[in-house]
């Protein structure tokens, strides 16, 4: 037997599509603003696919490319002018900044109305305490990607293995909120294989080219694979090693075009929420 592949692209494209009739029977038109700083190669890459796709849907998108030496205060000071346009619905402030920019006190600054990544401690609270919010786009992926495969959460063995605050923390908790029975592994577990071995919902979140090994899929289990790592010979691979877990998985995520394009159609649907809540006059999310 070899896995069914769940295709991410594809269900991306489907979902970008519809928000994008959504977006144009709209009185106003969603504004994006993506943040850049610094020269990080992946970031570009990733950037200008959340400008593009933004576009494409319809999304009033504009990417904000600041230098490496952008102090703490000017990035803080951009922050809070986008937090004070109107025109603005949502920010996404591309990660990683440079070291001497602290992540925390920029996300912290975000409006968490118009916090698209879900990043802010308002949002990640909210999703923790399971009331409406801005969820993080690729663990929201993650559960459109099970569903798509026909896969329920509800009383499911559920491994997450990475426990970041961007992936494997709400993917957690957003498994949890589907009723599975979640184990968050990491890098201090002490046997990661047998753990692996006994979900039936394998999600893997470390960012290490193919550390999963096949072996470690329990036969018939849905794998997820977040991970887009770049090999020394320039192949991009997920944390699974995918060709040896075909074998052994019911359904798996490829990389790329498995939980990439994903993020991609989560972010874009975020904006949208959080310009519909922002209108909406309780404005609360969901
Ligand atoms: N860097 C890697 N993934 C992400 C993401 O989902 N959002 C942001 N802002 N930065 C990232």
Redesign the pocket.
């Known amino acids: 037997m070899t896995a069914r592949l769940i295709d991410g692209k594809a269900l991306a494209a489907r979902r970008r599509a519809a928000l994008a009739e959504r977006v144009a029977a709209l009185p106003f038109r969603p504004g994006l603003r ?1 943040v850049r700083v610094g020269e990080d190669p ?2 570009g890459v ?1 950037v200008r696919n959340k400008d593009r796709a933004a576009r494409e849907a319809g999304l009033e998108s504009e990417t904000l490319h600041l230098p490496e030496a952008t102090t703490e205060p000017e990035l803080l000071a951009l922050v809070r002018r986008l937090n004070d346009d109107p025109a603005v619905d949502g920010i ?5 900044l440079p070291a001497h920019i602290r992540t925390e006190a920029v996300l912290d600054a975000i409006d968490p109305a118009k916090d698209v ?1 879900g ?1 802010h401690p308002v949002n990640q609270g909210a999703l923790a305490l399971g009331r409406p919010g801005l969820v ?3 663990p929201r992926g993650v559960m459109l990607l099970l569903e798509e495969a026909g896969v329920s959460p509800r009383g499911a063995r559920a491994v997450v293995v990475g426990r970041s605050t ?2 494997g923390k709400p993917a957690a908790l957003l498994l949890l909120g589907g009723d599975a029975t979640v184990t968050v592994a990491h890098s201090r577990t002490r046997d990661l294989a047998a753990e692996c071995r006994r979900a039936e919902i394998l999600v893997a979140a470390v960012g290490r080219a193919e550390m999963i090994r096949g072996d470690w899929v329990a036969p018939g289990a849905t794998v997820i694979d977040v991970g887009i790592n770049r090999t020394a010979e320039g192949r991009l691979v997920g944390d699974v090693a995918f060709a040896e877990a075909l074998p052994h998985a019911g359904a798996i995520t490829p990389v790329p075009g498995g939980v990439g394009p994903m ?1 991609i159609a989560c ?1 874009l649907e975020n904006t949208v929420q959080a310009a519909l809540a922002r209108r909406a006059p309780t404005r609360q999310g969901g």
């Open positions: 993506v992946a970031s990733y996404l402030v591309q990660l990683p990544d990043f993080p786009c690729t961007i992936v993020t972010l």
